[in-house]
């Protein structure tokens, strides 16, 4: 079984995206890209309000990512979060982690997620399911759109 049993759709607000993809290199993949690099809008055109990535995760790696985003929404994870089991985890990602992230974090700060176990394909999901629980589009560079 793979060590990344997580997957996480992120996006999170322009204001925010040079801070969280510091941390996210400093944290999680400090030889790696940029993981917020796809622009997105509510209308699909510029300029870019949020910016996402697709990611699978360890079990740490998810942790580490989810008190961060909260953190960045002036909430925290659940302080039994190290006694829960994967079930729970899976759950509190699945489930509880983006109404926080999203619906009850103060504007500008607001972070849309979607989580899947990463057991099976990756097809498990797609990127527009994710999308559609924000409101948000892809910005079509100028050679996609032609």
Known sequence: M?????RLFLCVPDALRTQ???WIKQNLDPDGADWLSVPL?????PPATYWACDAALTA??????????LQ?????????????????VRSYAKDTLPQRLWTQAPAGK?????YVENDGDWSDHTVADALDLVGLQF?????EKA
């Not at 793979?2 to 997580?6: D, F, G, K, P, R």
């Not at 910005?139 to 050679?143: C, G, L, R």
Request: proline content about 4%; charged content about 25%; glycine content about 4%.
């Open 2 to 6: 793979t060590q990344y049993l997580h």
């Open 20 to 22: 969280a993809n510091a």
């Open 41 to 45: 809008s509510a209308t699909g055109e």
């Open 60 to 69: 740490a790696q998810l942790k580490l990512l989810a008190r961060r985003l």
């Open 72 to 88: 960045f929404t002036d909430l925290d994870l659940p302080k039994d979060w190290d006694s829960r089991k994967l079930s729970q």
């Open 110 to 114: 607001k972070v849309g997620v979607l």
């Open 139 to 143: 910005i079509a560079s100028p050679t």
